[in-house]
């Protein structure tokens, strides 16, 4: 006997839950376009704040390669660019330096980055084909490209964010294939390459406990336990270093950016970095809804990872921080690629009245 469930007319999306969704995004739109148009005086935000911090990790990663210590190495660079230097949180952790020093030139470190790049690329597609059509999968890959071009971008490579971000990519597409000791290596790299992937080893860590998978729990805690110890060690060395007359912060983390921000944070895919914000806000949105609706392999830890980011850049992040959307914008793709059938299944909720689950007619055969 089939059922109204069975039936390939009956939405995946009740007629309630539809309803929902769709005041959700109505809600989310008219905010969003009210934080764009209408922003609070001096919170306008902006993408980056130029090559300046580029500039400072590449005189780093040279002294470093040349034998210096690297927080001596930071101290000196940042307080001569003018950085705010009394909080450990302006300090970035030495991982990304100590790595990109051990090459002959920081280019190796670019092309180790390519390669990083080119793995998500390839997971991504082999996770996709599972249920879609080559079509849908190429369109994933020509979308993940314009989050990834910042790789071979000048000296955009040395942005720690685009490390994790990448690696954060190739994680989910290893945990999608099924290599799920791949996964939370390339993780826990990039957790160490920046502490802003936090957010998504957590999600991995609740999804792994979830299922039940306690050797992935036990890496995961071990990784986050050894990582912790890091930070401690990271934090009395800039203690060590500071001078007594460091520059201080004018402001804190917590800036409250709204929409603006989040939306902003989601340009960092080059197909949208120079349009209008109102072209990213449509995209974001159409991204989230895709992801909403799917329900593949990898659908509830990519949906909780992008959540988690955009949720916590409604509250922390200045506005020049934009560029740490590189986080989590190869992500979306993996949304945009499915509107189309979510749009139409959200219509057919919609539609659904409860006479269409009644058995009576085609809905119920036996």
Same mark, same amino acid.
């Given at each position: 006997?089939?059922?109204?469930?069975?039936?390939?007319?009956?939405?995946?999306?009740?007629?309630?839950?539809?309803?929902?969704?769709?005041?959700?995004?109505?809600?989310?739109?008219?905010?969003?376009?009210?934080?764009?148009?209408?922003?609070?005086?001096?919170?306008?935000?902006?993408?980056?704040?130029?090559?300046?911090?580029?500039?400072?990790?590449?005189?780093?990663?040279?002294?470093?390669?040349?034998?210096?210590?690297?927080?001596?190495?930071?101290?000196?660079?940042?307080?001569?660019?003018?950085?705010?230097?009394?909080?450990?949180?302006?300090?970035?952790?030495?991982?990304?330096?100590?790595?990109?020093?051990?090459?002959?030139? #920081?280019?190796?470190?670019?092309?180790?980055?390519?390669?990083?790049?080119?793995?998500?690329?390839?997971?991504?597609?082999?996770?996709?084909?599972?249920?879609?059509?080559?079509?849908?999968?190429?369109?994933?890959?020509?979308?993940?490209?314009?989050?990834?071009?910042?790789?071979?971008?000048?000296?955009?490579?040395?942005?720690?964010?685009?490390?994790?971000?990448?690696?954060?990519?190739?994680?989910?597409?290893?945990?999608?294939?099924?290599?799920?000791?791949?996964?939370?290596?390339?993780?826990?790299?990039?957790?160490?390459?920046?502490?802003?992937?936090?957010?998504?080893?957590?999600?991995?860590?609740?999804?792994?406990?979830?299922?039940?998978?306690?050797?992935?729990?036990?890496?995961?805690?071990?990784?986050?336990?050894?990582?912790?110890?890091?930070?401690?060690?990271?934090?009395?060395?800039?203690?060590?270093?500071?001078?007594?007359?460091?520059?201080?912060?004018?402001?804190?983390?917590?800036?409250?950016?709204?929409?603006?921000?989040?939306?902003?944070?989601?340009?960092?895919?080059?197909?949208?970095?120079?349009?209008?914000?109102?072209?990213?806000?449509?995209?974001?949105?159409?991204?989230?809804?895709?992801?909403?609706?799917?329900?593949?392999? #990898?659908?509830?830890?990519?949906?909780?990872?992008?959540?988690?980011?955009?949720?916590?850049?409604?509250?922390?992040?200045?506005?020049?921080?934009?560029?740490?959307?590189?986080?989590?914008?190869?992500?979306?793709?993996?949304?945009?690629?499915?509107?189309?059938?979510?749009?139409?299944?959200?219509?057919?909720?919609?539609?659904?009245?409860?006479?269409?689950?009644? #058995?009576?007619?085609?809905?119920?055969?036996?």
């Amino acid at each position: 006997m089939s059922t109204a469930a069975a039936d390939p007319r009956c939405p995946r999306w009740s007629r309630a839950r539809a309803r929902l969704v769709l005041v959700a995004l109505a809600l989310w739109t008219v905010w969003s376009l009210a934080a764009l148009y209408w922003p609070r005086s001096g919170a306008a935000p902006a993408h980056v704040q130029g090559g300046k911090d580029l500039v400072a990790y590449r005189r780093i990663i040279e002294r470093v390669h040349s034998g210096e210590d690297y927080y001596s190495a930071a101290g000196d660079e940042l307080r001569g660019g003018g950085y705010a230097t009394s909080s450990v949180f302006n300090w970035r952790p030495p991982a990304y330096a100590w790595l990109l020093a051990a090459f002959p030139s #920081p280019e190796w470190g670019q092309a180790l980055l390519g390669l990083l790049a080119l793995s998500a690329l390839g997971l991504a597609y082999a996770a996709d084909r599972e249920d879609g059509s080559v079509g849908r999968s190429l369109a994933l890959l020509l979308a993940m490209v314009g989050a990834f071009i910042w790789c071979i971008d000048g000296d955009a490579f040395l942005s720690q964010e685009l490390w994790a971000g990448v690696l954060i990519a190739v994680s989910i597409g290893a945990f999608a294939v099924g290599q799920r000791a791949s996964g939370v290596a390339a993780g826990l790299a990039a957790l160490a390459l920046r502490e802003l992937a936090l957010p998504y080893v957590m999600v991995a860590l609740f999804l792994a406990c979830r299922e039940r998978r306690w050797r992935e729990v036990t890496a995961w805690g071990l990784g986050l336990a050894a990582y912790a110890g890091f930070l401690a060690w990271h934090a009395w060395q800039v203690q060590q270093h500071l001078t007594g007359n460091e520059l201080a912060e004018a402001d804190g983390w917590i800036q409250l950016g709204g929409p603006a921000f989040v939306i902003h944070t989601s340009q960092m895919n080059v197909w949208l970095f120079k349009l209008p914000a109102w072209v990213a806000l449509l995209y974001l949105t159409a991204s989230i809804l895709g992801l909403a609706w799917w329900s593949g392999s #990898p659908a509830a830890r990519i949906r909780l990872t992008v959540a988690v980011y955009a949720l916590a850049f409604l509250v922390i992040g200045k506005p020049f921080n934009g560029y740490w959307g590189l986080l989590y914008v190869a992500l979306l793709p993996f949304g945009i690629i499915r509107i189309v059938p979510a749009v139409r299944e959200l219509v057919q909720g919609l539609r659904l009245t409860s006479s269409a689950l009644q #058995p009576h007619g085609s809905a119920i055969r036996s």
